[in-house]
């Protein structure tokens, strides 16, 4: 079974840190890039990071300098670290991973950054 599974969503004040996980089924190995996208209530979902395999990053403008995205130990793991979140970061996030041809999504986890 081929799937990614997100977790750490959460209600946080502004100001705030939170760290969102994604983790790859066991069939799915050493996957070559994983991204982390969010869609806000009413709103298009947009690219938030992205990270290749060699490690190398990219990320929304609005994000840079808060946002951190890595790989765990095994490569079928990838971490979002959020930090000083706004209300604006409000969303569910979701990952998502090219594999074998396929374009493999989670489900998504809620961030709600309120006060």
């Known amino acids: 079974q081929v799937q990614l599974v997100e977790s750490g969503g959460d209600l946080v004040q502004p100001g705030g840190s939170l760290r969102l996980s994604c983790a790859a089924s066991r069939s799915m190995f050493s996957l070559n890039s994983m991204d982390w996208v969010r869609q806000a209530p009413g709103k298009e979902r947009e690219l938030v990071a992205s990270i290749t395999s060699g490690g190398s990053t990219n990320y929304l403008d609005s994000v840079k300098g808060r946002f951190t995205i890595s790989w765990g130990n095994a490569q079928n793991t990838a971490f979002l670290q959020m930090n000083s979140l706004k209300p604006e970061d409000t969303a569910v996030y979701y990952c998502?991973?090219?594999?074998?041809?396929?374009?493999?999504w989670g489900k998504g986890t809620l961030v709600i950054v309120s006060s």
């Open positions: 998502n991973a090219p594999y074998r041809g396929m374009d493999v």
